[in-house]
């Protein structure tokens, strides 16, 4: 496949996903997260760090700090999303490797209960749809250039000399 032909497919796909339902319930999750997280930060979230041991608020602040970060990234990836829904990107900008989402570090992936019920709560649910938005984003942009690179060689070259021979078999005699 050219480069061309790869590039207006991944462009198609953008497009495709943008204007989907899935990216509407997607899209929706993800900022009711955001700003679920963030009433819970300032409200009962800080409240609840107050009442832990020294050692514990450190954790927490670690935590919630890795927490928001991930949610942006979340955010920043579906905010380009909706922007080419809406026209306000172009579907090609929206491919580039800048807007891609980072695969999620295994760092910690148990959390010590001694955390807040809310504050794991969050980090559970940021954790599975900063997963499912990674999958979404390997499945549009990463999967579709593995299949591109593999084209079998010998069937495109037997197309060459198919396409050179204007269809005659070429049987050897």
Excluded at 42 to 47: S, V
Excluded at 80 to 109: F, H, S, T
Excluded at 112 to 138: A, C, F, V
Aim: glycine residues 6%; proline residues 3%.
């Amino acid at each position: 496949m050219s480069d061309s032909t790869s590039s207006n497919a991944r462009v198609s796909i953008v497009r495709d996903f943008a204007s989907s339902d899935l990216f509407d319930r997607t899209f929706k999750e993800g900022m009711a997260l955001v700003e679920e997280t963030a009433a819970y930060l300032d409200g009962d979230g800080r409240r609840d760090s107050r009442l832990l041991p020294r050692e514990d608020a450190l954790l927490y602040a670690g935590e919630s700090m890795r927490l928001t970060t991930r949610l942006m990234q979340i955010a920043s990836w579906l905010l380009v999303q909706r922007a080419v829904r809406e026209g306000d990107m172009p579907a090609q900008d929206a491919c580039d490797e800048k807007y891609r989402i980072a695969a999620l570090n295994a760092e910690g992936a148990e959390k010590p209960q001694t955390l807040p019920g809310g504050l794991l709560n969050l980090l559970d649910r940021s954790n599975r749809l900063y997963e499912r938005i990674s999958h979404m984003d390997k499945r549009m942009f990463i999967d579709g250039e593995a299949e591109e690179i593999a084209v079998n060689p010998v069937m495109n070259q037997m197309a060459m000399l198919q396409s050179a021979f204007a269809g005659e078999v070429f049987t050897g005699q």
